[in-house]
């Protein structure tokens, strides 16, 4: 007969994260998410903006912060933008997309990036997920491209809606980059741009190239939840000269220069990044490795616990990523252990959260064209958790 106590797998995996956060860490109190907590440099920063009154748009903290991001993403030319969200509706505006075409995503990933297509009036159609790296699927891609799409006058059609298919908008979830050489070859042979939403991977590379400088542009996210903030912001990247100008030009009202005259050339966005958000930016992105590094740490603990939990399947970065670890991840057995991980953890001040309700699944999206299969991401999001992420986690830097 069996003495052992039989404990299900959530509570398994709840007194491990347990004793990793309360117990390793010795972190008391609630435990979020994932947090930004503020230091010295960056007080410094956002005091000599204050101290020089110009705190709104353009200036030098401005082209400071855009510097900076151009450099981490190993690109020629960065665009700040109000938001994520901003920074991927202007690229897909930029490269061309229109209310006539179709854009490829996965339908495992932030409202954001369907409502950012959804801005150019183009339709969205959701794509599964790989379950190796949580971005899109290559092989279902390759699948659907070849018996729902057809190549003509070197455009990709979707058959059914008669519509080409102007570009794909990878996600690197969680910040694991996917694999971004297969995506670009299968890219290359149908005519698809790559807008790279890199909103999670600030800092994450694949194959030695950080994330951001593969597709014709990517985007970043700075909102108060990801690695670096600036409370709200995000930014464009590409290594494309006009296309860079033409960015800058059609998210700052489209005005022509001039030192007083109001013109303006097209209908333009005001997406432009604050002064006061470029200085906490710069203060962030100047510490941007330390932060990745202590994201790596955190992971290396939670893994060294969870992937020995046999019912538990611990999200590593994938082949060839060194990841940012933006949030932390398992999958459980089933839904039902799902939700009582949730309790468990939450109810002891853990904060814990599921997966997003797939796109398609949201009443925004109801009518949406999906993939006829999307059974990994439907597995992720009634199956996956995140767990607190935060960079000052580690007991060095909690002063504990
Ligand atoms: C955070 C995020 C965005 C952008 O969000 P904003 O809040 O607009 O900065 C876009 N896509 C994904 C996948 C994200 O996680």
Known sequence: ??????????HEA??????????????VGP????????????KEF??????????????????????????ACGV???????????ALHAALHCIGVTEDDAVLCPALTFIATANAISYTGAAPIFLDSSIADLGIDLEKLSHFLEMECTHLNAQTWHKKTGRPIKAIVPVHVFGHACDLHALTDICRNWNIAIIEDAAEALGSSFDGRPCGGFGTA????????????????GAIVTNDESLAKRLKHVTTTAKL???????????????????????????????????????????TAYESRLSQLADITWVSEPAKCRSNYWLNAIILPNAEQRDMFLELTNSRAIQTRPCWTLIPNTAAYRDAIQAPDLTHARMLESRLVNLPSSPWMLPSQTGQ
């Open 1 to 10: 007969m069996n003495q052992h106590q039989v404990i299900s797998p959530s």
């Open 14 to 27: 709840a007194i491990a994260v347990d004793e990793v956060l309360r117990g390793e860490f010795g972190l």
């Open 31 to 42: 435990i979020p998410l994932h947090a930004p907590k503020f230091d010295a440099s960056d």
């Open 46 to 71: 956002v005091n000599a903006c204050l101290d020089e009154g110009w705190v709104s748009t353009a200036g030098h903290f401005v082209d400071e912060f855009e510097a900076l991001i151009a450099r």
């Open 76 to 86: 020629k030319h960065a665009i700040a933008t109000t938001n994520g969200t901003s």
């Open 218 to 233: 990517a985007t970043l996210s700075f909102n108060g939840n990801k690695p670096a903030t600036t409370g709200g912001g």
């Open 257 to 299: 220069p001039h030192a007083w005259h109001y013109d303006h050339d097209e209908i333009g966005f005001n997406y432009r990044l604050p002064s006061l958000n470029a200085a906490l930016g710069i203060a962030q992105m100047r510490k941007l490795e330390t932060i990745i590094e202590s994201k790596r740490k955190i992971a």
